[in-house]
């Protein structure tokens, strides 16, 4: 199953628990959080991750220290080059999940856009998260709990045996989610 995800936190986290997995953004530019809510460090999709952390040492090493951002691009950096922008990627997604209403909005408006090659149906889930690191920690436990259960439904469906028992996101009764349900 390849998931788009918006947050590379929990790309990180759900690829480390076997999941195929790729991070984007939706925006014009990539945006960090600047001095002031006004004012944020806007960096266009080519600039790469060392770049954007050199020209925040540069502009102010202590405050983009504390804030956590310089953290965030060194964990980034070791993962990928530089931020891909999710219009520009043709690439067949089986679940996108974004954490911010605007870009779920932004997602479908790409996707309903696009020429149907395949016509192979793709699933889109939004989990608001705010973009901070304890925020999406707690949100990739839950985004990673979400991917096993949407892989546990696909993998039962493949096999066109779906539990009668699972409803929603619960697992199942009768057979725990772990083995192709007997009823």
Do not use: W
Not at 149 to 175: E, F, K, N, Y
């Amino acid at each position: 199953m390849l998931v788009a995800f918006q947050l590379l936190t929990v790309s990180v986290f759900c690829s480390k628990r076997g999941f195929d997995v790729r991070s984007f953004g939706t925006g014009t530019h990539v945006k960090l959080p600047g001095p002031a809510p006004d004012k944020p460090n806007v960096y266009d999709f080519k600039t790469t991750y060392e770049q954007m952390y050199s020209d925040l040492v540069r502009k102010d090493k202590e405050l983009y220290t504390q804030n956590g951002i310089l953290h965030m691009l060194e964990r980034n950096k070791r993962i990928k080059t530089r931020p891909e922008r999710f219009q520009s990627c043709k690439d067949q997604f089986d679940l996108v999940i974004t954490c911010e209403e605007r870009v779920y909005d932004q997602v479908l408006e790409e996707l309903n856009s696009r020429e149907q090659e395949t016509y192979q149906p793709v699933h889109v889930i939004n989990v608001d998260i705010q973009d901070n690191h304890e925020e999406a920690t707690l949100g990739a436990f839950l985004i990673c709990e979400l991917c096993q259960c949407v892989s546990a439904l696909s993998r039962m469906h493949t096999q066109s045996r779906v539990c009668p028992s699972i409803t929603g996101l619960s697992q199942c009764r009768c057979c725990d989610g772990k083995q192709l349900c007997p009823a």
